[in-house]
């Protein structure tokens, strides 16, 4: 019996569009690769000659056949494309971080409930190799009871990006925007909302004018995580570091898919999210009174896993992989660790 299709419009064929979003669109066999919104460069046909290139995103939005819209651009622009779709009563999957104010993120809540569409946010590293080791390790409490951990993700980068729009002070730029949504919905998903966050946000560039370091610490009962991140690291901190009372586990924080992506892969072929030996974390705790120090090998990364629980949210109302509610929280810290960068306090957080 074949599968019912969803037709996919784009908002954009930069790297996100033709990395991180097409070429699942174009293999899930449930989807259609539908139609993309090209405001000036036409590059989506060089790849995928039967999509449809709007010039006008109202007249993509205006296709009756278009089912799920990805809105890609921007950060400053998701709430607006977003909100344009659902009152065209398209699905929707925005790009992190979800929305650049709180209020906006709620109207859109609220507007995706009313039309009853599936709304999401990409935060596609939930389903990195990297990232599922760390969650299978404190799943088997193979740690005992955490006590602090610490996420990083660096980059090393003087120059300013080609791409002005992520360089302008104003209009959601910024690492902790950025990088930093990564990290916050992280921390969530492995230890749960935080009570409080204090935070050291930062211009380390000379050449820029946007936040590009951040050290922020998020406030737990019983434990503290530490997220960081910066663009001036020539030789990246180790990605995770989590202690707990019995062990610690340590993990290099990879990117493999992204690296086959750009590769020019498809995602799915054998060996897809596979990590090398070289990647895996290293294990030392104690297991039912012995001592363990071990290479542990890593989960099987897919973003493909978060394409199949939108189709599957879409046709079989099943449970949304990634909610726009979880995007919320996101941005709830984010606002409440410029606040304390800029104060220099302590911020405590409402959920």
Aim: proline share 4%; charged share 25%; glycine share 6%.
């Amino acid at each position: 019996m074949n599968q019912p299709s969803i037709a996919v419009a784009i908002c954009s064929f930069g790297m996100s569009g033709k990395l991180f979003h097409a070429p699942f669109v174009q293999v899930h066999p449930g989807f259609q690769f539908y139609a993309c919104w090209e405001r000036s460069k036409k590059l989506v046909n060089e790849l995928y000659p039967n999509v449809k290139s709007y010039d006008q995103y109202v007249d993509m939005l205006a296709d009756p056949a278009v089912d799920l819209v990805i809105v890609n651009t921007p950060n400053a622009t998701h709430y607006e494309y977003a909100k344009k779709a659902l009152l065209a009563g398209k699905h929707v999957i925005v790009e992190k971080p979800f929305v650049i104010d709180v209020t906006e993120g709620e109207e859109l809540i609220e507007l995706a409930a009313e039309k009853q569409k599936v709304l999401s946010v990409y935060h596609n590293r939930r389903n990195d190799s990297d990232f599922k080791t760390v969650k299978k390790i404190l799943l088997n409490k193979l740690l005992g009871d955490i006590v602090e951990a610490e996420i990083h993700f660096d980059r090393y980068s003087l120059d300013l990006s080609p791409k002005k729009h992520k360089e302008l002070k104003e209009g959601g730029t910024g690492v902790l925007l950025d990088l930093g949504s990564h990290l916050i919905d992280e921390a969530i998903q492995l230890f749960g909302k935080p009570n409080a966050v204090f935070a050291d946000i930062r211009t380390v560039r000379k050449v820029s004018v946007i936040d590009d370091y951040f050290e922020l610490l998020l406030y737990y009962n019983d434990k503290r995580v530490r997220l960081h991140s910066t663009y001036i690291a020539r030789e990246p901190s180790i990605g995770y570091v989590i202690h707990g009372e019995k062990g610690s586990f340590i993990k290099p924080k990879t990117n493999g898919q992204e690296i086959d992506l750009m590769k020019g892969m498809i995602p799915g072929q054998e060996k897809w999210g596979i990590e090398e030996e070289k990647d895996w974390g290293l294990l030392h705790t104690e297991i039912e009174g012995k001592i363990i120090k071990e290479k542990v090998p890593s989960e099987k990364g897919n973003y493909m896993d978060y394409f199949e629980g939108i189709y599957q949210a879409i046709v079989k109302k099943a449970e949304v992989p990634v909610t726009a509610a979880d995007g919320l929280l996101v941005i709830k810290i984010i606002k409440a660790a410029f606040t304390s960068s800029a104060e220099k306090k302590l911020i405590e957080i409402a959920f």
